[in-house]
């Protein structure tokens, strides 16, 4: 069974643009959620959906966003971006609830 | 509110036993533990969903008391391969279904 699968990897950003970070889950994992992880805050979770709902959302600005597909690939937006939000972005699937599944993450630096 | 874990860094040779706790000021229902190695994905170890449960995976095991609003991860006889920074969390507390994770906890086992 393929993992999860985050897209891209690496990238750099300048302050003000936007990204897009994608994420694959598991094959039949209908819930996903994202999560920042940097040094000083540990993993802080974003978002939640399940079956293109959102279920949970974390206390982030609204800058940050999501969506999922009728195919429960997800994706993740952030706009006006801040040097704040470099990071690591991971995304993770479970079937419903329990036992989370990551990815290897997407590493965003914003200059 | 982040669990909140002790202690932040162990260090030990091969062989030796290791604990890291987790607490938490609101009520826990569940606690997942995962161990991240650097550059890759967190993966699952454990999932405690009753006060009192323990469990174990190979010669690592946890304990959960729901009463203390407390678990410990317990690391016995420590392997290389046991290296990483371990995390606990819960997706729900008090009267939350936020996923929240302590910030973790970095083991490094020496030759």
């Known amino acids: 069974k393929a993992g999860v699968t985050q897209t891209p990897r690496y990238l750099i950003k300048t302050r003000g643009q936007q990204v897009t970070l994608s994420c694959s889950p598991i094959s039949g994992h209908r819930s996903v959620s994202w999560y920042q992880q940097t040094p000083g805050q540990g993993l802080q979770f974003l978002f939640e959906?399940?079956?293109?709902?959102?279920?949970n959302k974390g206390n982030f600005p609204g800058r940050f966003s999501g969506r999922q597909f009728s195919n429960s690939r997800s994706e993740m937006n952030v706009s006006t971006l801040e040097l704040g939000d470099s990071a690591l972005y991971l995304c993770?699937?479970?079937?419903?609830?329990?036992?989370?599944?990551f990815g290897e993450g997407s590493r965003l630096t914003v200059l | 509110q982040q669990p909140v874990q002790s202690p932040q860094a162990v260090i030990l040779r091969e062989g030796e036993d290791a604990v890291i706790n987790c607490s938490s000021s609101k009520a826990l229902y569940s606690v997942h533990w995962y161990r991240q190695k650097h550059g890759e994905a967190p993966i699952f170890l454990m999932i405690l969903l009753k006060g009192g449960e323990q469990k174990g995976h190979d010669k690592i095991s946890a304990s959960f008391n729901e009463k203390k609003q407390q678990s410990s991860l317990y690391l016995t006889a420590s392997q290389l391969s046991y290296s990483g920074t371990y995390f606990c969390g819960t997706d729900k507390s008090g009267g939350s279904y936020i996923p929240t994770f302590g910030r973790g906890t970095s083991l490094i086992v020496h030759p």
């Open positions: 959906y399940f079956s293109e709902t959102q279920r």
């Open positions: 993770a699937s479970r079937p419903q609830q329990g036992e989370l599944f």
